[in-house]
């Protein structure tokens, strides 16, 4: 997939995906976050959907699930799992100036980055990975998608 075959092009490693978004107190609805949902990324070849993490549902987590591929199987991680329902983004906790911090995975590599993630405008996600400082990362815009076509297999299908 091109969004996560960007990984290992950058100079700096992967800065692609990140996590956090929209300060609200701990005692809000998650949903006033604007967060939760599916979403597809910038370059039209993944959806993922984003959750409250099921180890803590004061963070949220995404997993990607759907992938545009051609070969009769989903792309597999470091480990030879499905990339199809993998956690990518995980651990990200709401910061009270309307991020999420957590991390993001590179399933080609195994590593873990530093992730943010953040509103955009309109009904858009901002992702930033980065390593070290977040000022040598990259950012990311995906655009919210609603009723994706995705069939078995996480075979995702754009309209």
Same mark, same amino acid.
């Given at each position: 997939? /091109?969004?996560?075959?960007?990984?290992?092009?950058?100079?700096?490693?992967?800065?692609?995906?990140?996590?956090?978004? $929209?300060?609200?107190?701990?005692?809000?609805?998650?949903?006033?976050? +604007?967060?939760?949902?599916?979403?597809?990324?910038?370059?039209?070849?993944?959806?993922?959907?984003? &959750?409250?993490? =099921?180890?803590? &549902?004061?963070?949220?987590?995404?997993?990607?699930?759907? $992938?545009?591929?051609?070969? &009769?199987? =989903?792309?597999?991680?470091? %480990?030879?799992?499905?990339?199809? +329902?993998?956690?990518?983004?995980?651990?990200?906790? !709401?910061?009270? *100036?309307?991020?999420?911090?957590?991390?993001?995975?590179? =399933?080609?590599?195994?590593?873990?980055?530093?992730?943010?993630?953040?509103?955009?405008?309109?009904?858009?996600?901002?992702? /930033?990975?980065?390593?070290?400082?977040?000022?040598?990362?990259?950012?990311?815009? %995906?655009? !919210?998608?609603? *009723?994706?076509?995705? +069939?078995?297999?996480?075979?995702?299908?754009?309209?």
């Amino acid at each position: 997939m /091109r969004f996560l075959a960007a990984i290992k092009t950058l100079s700096i490693p992967f800065l692609i995906l990140a996590g956090g978004v $929209m300060a609200a107190s701990q005692g809000q609805a998650r949903a006033s976050s +604007g967060l939760e949902g599916t979403w597809l990324v910038e370059e039209k070849d993944g959806i993922f959907s984003i &959750a409250p993490c =099921p180890s803590d &549902a004061d963070r949220l987590c995404g997993w990607l699930v759907g $992938m545009d591929y051609t070969d &009769a199987e =989903p792309e597999k991680d470091i %480990w030879g799992r499905s990339e199809c +329902g993998l956690e990518i983004i995980s651990d990200m906790k !709401r910061h009270k *100036n309307g991020q999420w911090h957590g991390t993001i995975l590179d =399933p080609r590599t195994g590593r873990t980055y530093q992730a943010i993630m953040w509103s955009g405008k309109g009904d858009t996600l901002k992702l /930033r990975g980065y390593v070290g400082l977040s000022l040598f990362g990259e950012t990311q815009t %995906w655009s !919210r998608i609603a *009723n994706p076509v995705i +069939g078995t297999q996480c075979r995702m299908k754009i309209k």
